[in-house]
């Protein structure tokens, strides 16, 4: 998590605390949060739950959409979420960008960099999609 500006701190925590809370009550997942970019080791018991929950996940394709949803945000927690209906896929997308789209509110954008965004994104929509189509 970010520590400044208090406006990425604030849709930081509008984007993940819902998922974060979520992950707790439902999944047993208590996470613990660092500020920056260095590594934070998290409890043996969140592990476990995480694990516990791929485990559960039912039927060749929608393992094979979490592992797709897991690999373009970047965040199994998120994953989990669409895959089990808590998260929309919008709602995910947005969250696992949200520093991205909050520097690009200060510096601008990059068309090049849009571009790919937007083929990640189609193809996360298609992920959950697939996700949804195999329940």
Do not use: K
């Not at 701190?9 to 992950?23: F, G, H, K």
């Amino acid at each position: 998590r970010a520590d400044d500006p208090e406006r990425l701190v604030a849709r930081q925590a509008e984007a993940w605390d819902p998922i974060l809370d979520w992950a707790r009550s439902d999944l047993g997942a208590r996470f613990i949060l660092g500020e920056g970019v260095m590594h934070v080791t998290q409890p043996d018991t969140t592990v476990v739950a995480l694990r516990r929950a791929i485990g559960e996940t039912e039927g060749p394709f929608r393992l094979a959409a979490l592992h797709t949803l897991t690999t373009l945000t970047g965040s199994l927690v998120l994953a989990l979420a669409v895959l089990r209906g808590q998260a929309s896929p919008a709602e995910a997308w947005a969250a696992a960008h949200v520093d991205e789209t909050y520097q690009a509110s200060v510096w601008g954008r990059d068309a090049e960099a849009e571009a790919r965004h937007g083929l990640r994104q189609a193809e996360f929509e298609a992920a959950a999609r697939l996700a949804h189509l195999s329940r």
